[in-house]
């Protein structure tokens, strides 16, 4: 987990967590949850069952394994995602995504660039 893009997104964007709630889940625990691992440095061990089951459906896709929202936008017809490397973001880079607004891998972030300076 990167607790860097966490306390990003409990900080900054929290709608995103609650964007992961349904509607019949309790989206306040989610976010308390994720304010409760920022504060303890990501330490999983320390949640209760119940806050765990928050954690690995609710936070921690959007903080670990993240996909690449690909330079070339949603979905072809082939099914391609758009991305030009693994389709994942590196969880080391996903702090950097969170503040940029841009949800990219490397490779993306790469051609992105490069097609920017064209
Ligand atoms: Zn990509």
Redesign the pocket.
């Known amino acids: 987990m990167n607790i860097a893009a966490l306390r990003h997104v409990v900080e900054n964007n929290p709608e995103l967590i609650e964007g992961n709630v349904p509607a019949r889940g309790n989206p306040a625990a989610a976010i308390g949850v994720a304010k409760f691992l920022v504060g303890n440095n990501g330490n999983v061990e320390a949640l209760s069952e119940n806050q765990r089951y928050h954690y690995e459906n609710y936070i921690r896709p959007l903080v670990e394994n993240v996909q ?1 929202s ?1 330079v070339f936008g949603p979905e072809d017809e082939d099914g391609n995602d758009g ?3 693994n ?1 994942r973001i590196d969880d080391e880079d996903l702090d950097g995504c969170y503040l940029l607004d841009e949800m ?2 490397q ?2 972030q790469a051609l992105q660039t490069r097609m920017q300076d064209d």
């Open positions: 690449c690909g991305c030009v490397g389709g990219l891998c490779e993306c």
